[in-house]
Structures are given as C-alpha cells and as structure tokens.
C-alpha cells in the first residue's frame, strides 16, 4: 500500500461572481478575472479529482476508492456511502455577491434530484473592510410574505446581514437561505453535491446577456423560515492543540494554529483525513511519506494511517474527517 498523502489538481470554475483572489492570494493556475471556485477534493460526476503529487500522480479519487476502498475512505464509511466520495472541498473568491440561494435536505434532494442535500461550512479565509454574508432571514418569515417580498423586488429586506473577518466560521444547514458577499475568500466543506436553488441574482445577467435561472418553485418547500441563530460557529484557537469546530452527521472539522511540530496518532480514527491549509505551510507525513502544504492547498490522509506528523514553524489548518 502506498498511501502517502496525496494532494490534488485543482478544478477551476469562472463564475460570473469571481475574481483573481484564488491566483493572488492562493496562488492557483486561474487563466480568467473571473474564477470563481477552486475545487479541491471533489467526487462529483464530471468533476471527479485527480492525483496531483507522487506515485499515484493522475489516478482519479473514483480509481483510489476503487483500488483502497476501506483503506482510503475508513470501513465505517465505507458502509455508509459505498464507493462515493462524501465530501466536496472547495476554495470560493466572491469578488461580487453570490446570488440569494438554498440547498435541499437529504430526503427532498434524494427524490427530486437522486443526490446528496447539502449541508456546508465557511471558513473566512480573507475579507475586504465591511464585506458581508446574508446568512438566514432577520426575523420569522411566513410563506405567503416570502413569496410577497419576491415578486415585489424587496426579499433583501427579510435578510439577516452578518459582517465578517478572518478567521469567522459559519454552519450553513440546508433549508437556510444564504449568500456569500462581495470582497470574500473562504474555504468550504460541504456534502458531495451540486444542488442549489437559486431564488434572487440581483438582475444580473451573462456574458450572453442572459439572466440566469432561478428555482423559485423548488425553493419554496426547502426553505426554513425560522428566524435561527445558529450558524455563527464559536471556537477556541489554542495553539498546537485540535480545537473543535463543526461535529455534525455529514462531517466533522477541527481548527489547528500550529507553532511548532506535533504528532498525532489516528489509529482509532475509522476515517479519511482531510487537512485544507488556510495559513502559514507544513510538511505532513504519515506512515508512507510526506507531502508539503501551504496556504491554499489541501492534502488527504487515508483511513489506514496509525500515525500523522505535521511540521511547521507556523501553520493552521482546517482537519475534516466524517
């Protein structure tokens, strides 16, 4: 077996929201002004990763389950989502505002769409002064005043404003209402899936001058309308410790702000390991190499490590396991 860690191509989306940060501040291969997202880590159909370092150099995530299965993804895994990969890792520019959007539940998503929901989380990796999330409406909104406030132009009215720093985290469950704002460059974790409903773009339109699709009917019976509190993550940032993060039944990620080298042993962990760098570089090794990483980069460790090490004289890093 040779699972040393293993880094990937990544896969550049322009969107009509992006900008240059991925290139400047992340140094990705971006060739337009408007590259959008940078997907690190993905198992979805027609974007599915490749090796980008080592001896598996150019084999697909799908080809690696295939090949390790239990190995790469841990058994437990395994056996809840068979030979799918279920996490998508992504880096997002947002040099305008995203549109007003929402994400299905697992169920809703399942019998309309045969997928995944989408259950996600921000991490702040750069903002610009005043940059901003709508995350959630203001207060509780009926379905009769939602649809109101759509069709007269005013659904910015209903939504919740949240300015936002580096370092800021945020758990956006499905059925929340949400956008990403203007200035924002973020590390994201999230289920493996694609769908997203889209319900206000701000009239903006293509390069084709077209206006781009929205979901309004499908939106209506995903959305939470509750007036919730609950997507401001706390937590501690201890240096050279594992600070909790987000512990939900899709992923769980811990925050590490590494001054010096520690080592961990992971051999009880019946799961893959993800490490997204968001600042600072290391080396990480386990049981069959080492991999560099730094700011903008992200590494998987395989299920069947027993030990993890992680030299840096100053680091931090994002840890996702399910």
């Known amino acids: 077996m040779d699972l040393y860690p293993l880094k990937f191509k990544p896969i550049l989306k322009e969107r009509l929201w992006g900008g240059t940060k991925l290139r400047d501040v992340l140094n990705k291969p971006i060739e337009s002004d408007i ?3 940078s997907w690190e880590l993905s198992g979805v159909s027609g974007d599915i990763s490749e090796v980008a370092n080592g001896t598996l150099q150019g084999t697909s995530l799908q080809e690696l389950i295939t090949l390790h299965g239990e190995s790469l993804l841990g058994k437990s895994v395994v056996e809840r989502f068979r030979n799918e990969f279920p996490i998508l890792i992504k880096f997002i520019d947002a040099k305008q505002d995203l549109s007003i959007q929402l994400h299905p539940n697992d169920a809703l998503a399942k019998r309309r769409h045969n997928s995944f929901g989408k259950t996600e989380m921000w991490y702040i990796m750069d903002a610009n002064p005043g940059s901003q999330l709508i995350v959630g409406f203001n207060k509780d909104v009926e379905k009769t005043e939602y649809i109101e406030s759509l069709e007269s132009g005013n659904l910015l009215n209903l939504m919740n404003y949240e300015e936002v720093n580096e370092g800021d985290t945020f758990f956006i469950n499905t059925g929340k209402i949400h956008a990403i704002g203007a200035g924002v460059l973020l590390a994201e974790i999230q289920q493996t899936s694609d769908i997203t409903y889209r319900v206000y773009d701000f009239d903006r339109r293509d390069k084709d001058g077209n206006l781009r699709e929205l979901h309004t009917s499908l939106a209506i019976d995903a ?20 600070n909790a993060m987000v512990d939900c039944p899709y992923f769980k990620t811990n925050f590490l702000d590494l001054s010096k080298n520690i080592g961990l042993d992971v051999s009880q962990r019946d799961s893959f390991i993800i490490y997204m760098c968001v600042g600072g570089e290391a080396k990480i090794s386990n049981d069959w190499g080492t991999t560099d990483i730094k700011k903008g980069e992200t590494v998987l460790i395989g299920a069947s490590s027993s030990n993890i090490n992680i030299d840096t004289k100053g680091a931090k890093l994002l840890e996702v396991t399910i």
């Open 223 to 242: 959305i939470d309308y509750e007036q919730k509190n609950d997507f401001k993550v706390n937590y501690q940032k201890y240096k050279d410790v594992t």
């Open 35 to 37: 590259t959008g997202e």
